[in-house]
């Protein structure tokens, strides 16, 4: 049986696979799924941008002497995955990174170019001007927790993705002592993140929460309240067939009820309904937790290690494939990533926030490559939006170190 499935799955990689799910492994569900041709063009260049940002970090790590040896970058080519060797790939930036030669050290170093630094204080800026966004963020990730606390470990996974500060243990953790509170673990040498107030007035409302009411809030609204009050947006990629026992199916999960990602879970119930209410739950804090990222984007690795903290007791990778409406996985870059579908369009964020402005800046510079470079000058290039900046991004996604 297991081989119909497989074939069924070879022949037809674009239909639906929510009705053979059981029958294959994970590997091959990851493979079957459908294509999205804009957040996949996306996540290739991600995938040269995260090469960079670790060199502009080991770099950044000195702040009295920014810049970094090229014999040090060599050593750690393998590392950062720069397969044609650091000199070869710092090259292909000359808007990102300065190649200069130390006399008094006898070998050449690296140091961020004025345009790519000035970003990178653009960023700081902006995040330290955020401060009270990313005290929200931990506040809301702790009260999805059922214990509400987690692992300082796994915040320190997706700082990040979280737009937090990289002193964020001083400058958000420690000036908020009345919100948050760090406990020793049982595991030696670990922390745990606490809330120090967990009364019932605390809980938040989750951000579908906003979607449904400016969905209801439309005149030409054709969903029933029943279905509203538990519903997801959904948007699927382009080359998506959806049968129509496939959108029966949605139409039933989406008026299926569930505790809501704030709300106290109680007795988990072993029933088939209440398994797929627990399964509804997880969508829900994925959701949220998605929703709370700078760039509603995140390692599914990284996010894994909530998984338990969460209390979501599912193959969360598998979670992701089973809502393609919802969640899209792209595995560009050899990581697999999770994006909130919702959250873009045209390969851009629908609501950006000046973290992600200045991010979003870095990321032109890498799709620029080495165009607009004249006897070492970097030709001035404005922020651009998302339709200008394709007509220029062509030349430069393909990268052979990779």
């Not at 279905?227 to 699927?236: A, C, D, I, Q």
Request: net charge positive; glycine share 4%; charged share 30%.
């Amino acid at each position: 049986m297991r081989t119909h499935i497989v074939n069924f799955i070879i022949k037809h990689p674009h239909q639906p696979s929510m009705a053979v799910r059981s029958k294959t492994t994970s590997s091959q569900y990851v493979a079957s799924r459908s294509r999205d041709p804009v957040l996949e063009k996306l996540m290739d260049k991600y995938k040269h941008l995260f090469k960079v940002i670790a060199i502009q970090d080991l770099i950044l790590a000195n702040p009295k002497n920014p810049c970094v040896s090229l014999d040090f970058l060599s050593r750690l080519s393998q590392r950062l995955h720069l397969n044609r060797g650091a000199a070869a790939f710092l090259r292909k930036y000359p808007h990102i990174f300065h190649i200069f030669y130390d006399p008094a050290k006898s070998q050449p170093f690296c140091r961020l170019t004025d345009a790519a630094m000035e970003i990178s204080c653009q960023e700081t800026e902006a995040i330290n001007a955020s401060l009270p966004v990313v005290v929200d963020r931990l506040l809301r990730l702790l009260s999805m927790s059922a214990s509400n606390s987690l692992p300082l470990r796994a915040i320190f996974k997706v700082w990040r993705e979280l737009g937090l500060p990289d002193d964020f243990e001083e400058s958000v953790i420690a000036r908020n002592s009345h919100l948050f509170r760090l406990c020793d673990a049982h595991e030696p040498n670990t922390h745990v993140l606490k809330l120090v107030d967990v009364s019932p007035g605390n809980r938040f409302m989750a951000s579908v929460e906003n979607w449904r009411v400016m969905e209801c809030c439309k005149q030409d609204c054709s969903v029933e309240r029943v279905e509203m009050r538990y519903s997801f947006k959904h948007g699927y990629p382009p080359c998506m067939k959806l049968s129509k026992n496939f959108r029966a199916k949605i139409k039933e999960w989406q008026r299926l009820p569930y505790v809501g990602p704030y709300e106290e879970i109680g007795e988990k119930k072993s029933s088939k309904a209440g398994v797929r209410a627990l399964e509804k739950r997880a969508v829900a804090i994925v959701h949220e937790f998605l929703s709370l990222t700078v760039e509603k984007m995140v390692e599914v690795e990284k996010i894994s290690q909530f998984r338990k903290w969460f209390g979501i007791d599912l193959n969360i990778r598998d979670l992701f494939l089973d809502h393609p409406g919802i969640f899209y996985l792209s595995t560009k870059g050899k990581r697999h990533t999770i994006f909130l579908r919702e959250a873009y369009e045209r390969g851009c964020l629908i609501e950006p926030n000046p973290v992600y402005d200045a991010r979003r800046k870095l990321l032109d510079l890498v799709v620029l490559g080495s165009r607009d470079w004249f006897n070492g000058e970097s030709k001035p290039r404005h922020s651009l939006n998302c339709k200008e900046a394709e007509f220029q991004e062509e030349d430069n996604c393909q990268d052979d170190d990779f």
